[in-house]
């Protein structure tokens, strides 16, 4: 298992602009301090130089060479040691050149449009090449979950990160720890980084459960808010009893709302998240959960749901009326625009409509 220290390395280089020393066990490249490098025409020559060092053309070999040392360019902090290392007929130093090119070249793929195959490829590729070069793609990963204007291939670096392994769920929860430090309690802030690496972890399944609930316990309610909504993104079905009882018991509205919102989402549990809705329906008096409860219902289609949703109508709360209209408009299909035709069909239409459900 790789040591605390070899973490906290890693997560230096992740949450600031310094590049971490590597750690003293590990052999290889550093860390730098920025994975996603632009594919300027240098990076790539480089690349490519690095690549025909395992030529087996003995020409190719010295051209690669030759352009390596003209060149200002280098990607790892001791790339140009090696080098010269290499120029001077250090097998050991060319050796390691070329695995540096392989990994660098491997990297391209997650630089591109999303392509399973290829990134699939291309995580098995870098991989095989040793412990540190697994570092080093958990690490670009990670990155590039934490960058916004990536949200679109955010469910496909997850993806790559779970299939990494161990490397990826100690990395994430360092990470997690990290990130939760920072998090300030005040009611207004995104929770992207958050709730991208609490998905991470999630979906180790078994594994990250320890992890999910020591954090659902945080004294900071922002990082609770974050592990709730990351289960109900996560379609984390085995966690409802946690949602269930933030629902119930957190002292922070807006973790309450957030706890509504994800009942709401584990559609495949159904029942039971229908049940927490409803008890939490009868005993919440907050009014700015309550909306969250009556919307959660209706997303769930939960039918029981509407006799109490009716006389929730009653409640002097426009917002309240107006999220309780469109959850029985889900539920029931029907389209009514007032609070009072609501009331005229649960009258003269419910056990009808009722019945029907249950297919008499």
């Given at each position: 298992?790789?040591?605390?220290?070899?973490l906290?390395?890693?997560?230096?280089g992740l949450?600031?602009?310094?590049a971490p020393?590597p750690?003293?066990?590990?052999?290889?490249?550093?860390?730098?301090?920025?994975m996603l490098?632009?594919l300027?025409d240098?990076y790539?020559?480089?690349?490519a130089?690095?690549?025909?060092?395992?030529?087996?053309?003995?020409r190719?070999?010295?051209?690669?060479?030759s352009?390596?040392?003209?060149?200002?360019?280098?990607?790892?902090?001791?790339?140009?040691?090696?080098?010269?290392?290499?120029?001077?007929?250090?097998?050991?130093?060319?050796?390691e050149?070329?695995?540096?090119?392989?990994?660098?070249?491997?990297?391209?793929?997650?630089?591109?449009?999303?392509?399973?195959g290829?990134?699939?490829?291309?995580r098995?590729r870098?991989c095989?090449?040793?412990p540190d070069?697994?570092i080093?793609?958990?690490n670009?990963l990670l990155?590039?979950?934490?960058?916004?204007q990536?949200s679109a291939?955010w469910?496909?670096?997850?993806?790559?990160l779970?299939?990494?392994?161990?490397?990826?769920l100690e990395?994430?929860?360092a990470l997690?720890?990290?990130?939760a430090?920072?998090t300030?309690?005040?009611?207004?802030y995104?929770?992207?980084?958050?709730?991208?690496?609490?998905?991470?972890?999630?979906g180790?399944?078994?594994?990250?459960?320890?992890?999910i609930?020591?954090?659902?316990k945080?004294?900071?309610?922002n990082v609770?808010?974050?592990?709730?909504r990351?289960v109900g993104?996560?379609?984390?079905?085995?966690?409802?009893?946690?949602?269930?009882?933030?629902?119930?018991?957190?002292?922070?509205?807006?973790?309450?709302?957030?706890a509504?919102?994800?009942?709401?989402e584990?559609?495949?549990?159904?029942?039971?998240?229908?049940?927490?809705?409803m008890?939490?329906?009868?005993s919440?008096?907050d009014?700015s959960?309550?909306?969250?409860?009556v919307?959660?219902?209706?997303?769930?289609v939960?039918e029981?749901?509407?006799?109490?949703?009716i006389?929730t109508?009653?409640a002097?709360?426009?917002?309240?009326?107006?999220?309780?209209?469109?959850?029985l408009c889900?539920?029931?299909?029907?389209?009514?625009?007032s609070?009072?035709?609501?009331?005229?069909?649960y009258?003269?239409?419910?056990?009808?409509?009722?019945?029907?459900?249950r297919?008499?």
């Open positions: 298992m790789r040591s605390a220290r070899a906290v390395l890693l997560l230096a949450s600031s602009c310094a020393a750690p003293e066990e590990r052999k290889g490249p550093a860390l730098t301090s920025e490098k632009p300027t240098a790539r020559e480089y690349v130089s690095l690549i025909l060092l395992d030529s087996a053309a003995p190719d070999r010295a051209e690669a060479m352009k390596l040392q003209a060149g200002a360019y280098t990607y790892f902090p001791d790339d140009r040691d090696l080098i010269t290392k290499a120029a001077a007929g250090d097998d050991v130093a060319l050796k050149l070329g695995r540096r090119g392989r990994l660098l070249d491997a990297m391209f793929a997650f630089w591109g449009p999303i392509d399973a290829k990134w699939n490829d291309a098995k870098i095989a090449l040793g070069a697994r080093i793609l958990v670009t990155r590039m979950l934490l960058n916004g990536l291939q469910g496909a670096i997850r993806f790559q779970v299939e990494i392994g161990t490397d990826t990395t994430a929860v997690f720890r990290v990130k430090e920072e300030p309690d005040t009611i207004i995104k929770q992207d980084d958050l709730m991208q690496v609490a998905l991470v972890i999630l180790f399944g078994e594994p990250g459960r320890k992890y609930e020591e954090f659902a945080s004294p900071r309610f609770r808010k974050a592990i709730v990351a993104e996560g379609r984390g079905v085995e966690y409802l009893p946690l949602a269930r009882e933030k629902l119930a018991r957190d002292p922070i509205w807006v973790v309450r709302a957030a509504a919102k994800t009942l709401g584990l559609r495949p549990a159904r029942a039971d998240a229908g049940a927490a809705l008890e939490a329906l009868a919440e008096r009014r959960v309550r909306p969250y409860i919307a959660a219902l209706g997303q769930l939960y029981d749901a509407v006799p109490m949703l006389r109508l009653e002097p709360d426009y917002d309240l009326a107006e999220k309780t209209m469109f959850a889900q539920i029931t299909g029907e389209r009514l625009l609070q009072e035709a609501w009331r005229r069909w009258d003269r239409e419910y056990v009808r409509w009722r019945e029907k459900l297919g008499h």
